[in-house]
């Protein structure tokens, strides 16, 4: 079986953490424990999000450097090489003899995606309102509310295609774990002869996730968060878990813009193309969601 796993950006630094590396090796062993025992049985490739790494990265390219603060596609690469060398070598510490590979992952979006003009995706640390605004007047930043805090907002287009497919298969095919398109990948727009280009973006993770496992051709869909499964009513008292969904019965209900309603979004793309099923949960419970004992089960028809 061909699992692509999703990592939450909980796996590396949780809400109100400090995200030092010593925080984020700690995190990552845990995830390395759960997702470990998944690649002794099946073919396995990682993917994970990138958010405070990558506006953590912003914030110390911005001091001092003015105009030549590196743009976001540059430190995108920059956050799926440190991310990726970390969950490279948990994971194959814990799988002597098998290779493990990280692979830089250019994907291509649409110049013109109307996104550009309506930054949503959150990035780097939260903060309080009046500082938030302080930061987006001298920075030039846009933010937005992030539960009870606020977090700098970018613009994160639709993944279109995956540069590095090719390889990607490659890898998976002889026997490799393969960590790549971290962060939603490497924002790229190319031109008429084919050329690509970063811009200024941050994809989603999740959508960037669903893309991968349905052009590798993936039998299951991975979504690993901080929640054990997807709410009804969330955060309301009579909140209740849903066990087994389709896409139709998600699509007719309303989540919370960029926390939970891309992980909807993507399940549903993976099981509308043709995947077998995708699981909403938590990263502790990685096998037991393969197994369909946890989490929510997204799935044509729940009862096969």
């Known amino acids: 079986m061909l699992i692509v796993a999703a990592l939450g950006g909980n796996a590396l630094v949780r809400r109100g953490e400090a995200a030092d590396l010593a925080t984020q090796r700690r995190n990552l062993a845990a995830a390395a424990d759960a997702l470990a025992p998944l690649a002794r049985d099946h073919a396995l490739i990682l993917t994970h999000g990138n958010g405070p790494q990558i506006g953590l990265l912003a914030l110390q390219s911005e001091q001092g450097a003015g105009s030549r603060a590196l743009p976001l596609d540059v430190l995108g690469a920059e956050s799926e090489g440190l991310i990726g060398y970390l969950i490279e070598q948990d994971i194959a ?19 013109a995606d109307p996104a550009f003009a309506a930054p949503t995706k959150p990035i780097g640390p939260v903060y309080g309102e009046a500082d938030a605004r302080r930061l987006a007047a001298e920075r030039g930043w846009r933010v937005a509310a992030d539960g009870a805090h606020f977090r700098r907002v970018v613009a994160s287009p639709e993944p279109r295609r995956i540069i590095e497919l090719r390889t990607i298969r490659l890898l998976v095919d002889h026997g490799v774990v393969v960590v790549c398109a971290g962060g939603g990948g490497i924002p790229v727009a190319t031109d008429e002869a084919g050329a ?11 959508l960037a996730a669903a893309l991968l496992a349905r052009d590798v051709g993936a039998d299951v869909l991975l979504l690993l968060t901080d929640v054990p499964a997807v709410y009804d009513d969330w955060p309301e008292p009579a909140m209740r878990p849903l066990r087994d969904a389709t896409p139709r019965g998600l699509r007719a ?18 099981v509308e193309s043709g995947g077998r099923f995708a699981a909403i949960g938590a990263l502790a419970d990685a096998a037991r969601l393969l197994r369909r004992e946890a989490g929510t089960i997204v799935a044509a028809d729940p009862t096969r």
């Open 196 to 206: 690509a280009r970063g811009v200024e973006a941050v994809i989603d993770k999740d």
């Open 253 to 270: 209900r309303r989540f919370a813009e960029g926390s939970m309603a891309p992980k909807i979004e993507a399940a549903c793309r993976f």
């Open 93 to 111: 510490n814990r799988l002597p003899g098998r290779e493990v590979a990280t692979l830089l992952t250019r994907v291509v979006v649409d110049a």
